[in-house]
């Protein structure tokens, strides 16, 4: 087959895949509710989380980090090059985040990349989930997500994992994007919704 027949179905399949709305999958199998409709009305893990149970949310982190995971592996496979690697991945992204299925609405699609990240490097992919488990345990998820975010993009580029850092790079502008949206409902919280994905200021869970 035609490498750029291969690299277009590729893509194609990278964006379907990532748009399998796990979270929604998930929810209607153990409540019967619809996820879009609870909670913060995002199809993601930490809404399955809060909202629904922790099976169902185990469930909607670990195949929405399979996502990520295969469409960078089977690019890797077949032998295509790192920045379409990258794009495949990226493209996953993309798919979770404004899903065909859910009327291009979706997640945040961190457990997404998080799977591309494993993809191209494993060790780098478990050890930035040290941040956000521990700031998610003392204070909120999203300050750890920024430290473990920057902290791959920094690594990628020390240990000239050019796959790696290229995937972070791309992914830069759905994550900001997301964490901005709805936009009509900012009302001037940009900083909060950049640093905490949300309008106010959490406070911290763990009491003096």
Not at 51 to 67: C, E, Q, R, S
Not at 179 to 192: A, D, E, Y
């Amino acid at each position: 087959m035609n490498e750029y027949i291969t690299i277009t179905i590729l893509f194609i399949i990278s964006y379907i895949l990532g748009a399998i709305p796990f979270a929604y999958v998930f929810t209607k199998l153990f409540s019967k509710k619809d996820i879009m409709e609870v909670g913060w009305k995002k199809a993601s893990s930490s809404n399955v989380l809060t909202n629904i149970g922790k099976l169902p949310a185990f469930l909607t982190f670990m195949f929405d980090v399979l996502k990520g995971f295969a469409v960078v592996y089977i690019a890797k496979e077949l032998g295509l090059s790192i920045p379409v690697q990258a794009i495949a991945g990226f493209l996953a992204v993309v798919g979770h985040n404004w899903s065909i299925f859910l009327n291009f609405k979706g997640g945040r699609g961190m457990a997404t990349l998080l799977g591309g990240c494993i993809a191209f490097n494993p060790i780098v992919g478990l050890i930035i989930l040290i941040p956000v488990v521990v700031s998610a345990i003392l204070w909120t998820a999203s300050i750890g997500t920024i430290i473990a975010y920057l902290a791959a993009m920094i690594w990628g580029y020390t240990i000239e994992n050019y796959g790696l850092f290229l995937l972070f790079l791309l992914c830069l502008i759905p994550v900001i994007i997301k964490r901005l949206s709805p936009v009509n409902t900012l009302k001037g919280h940009i900083f909060n919704r950049i640093i905490f994905d949300q309008d106010g200021v959490p406070p911290f869970r763990i009491k003096k």
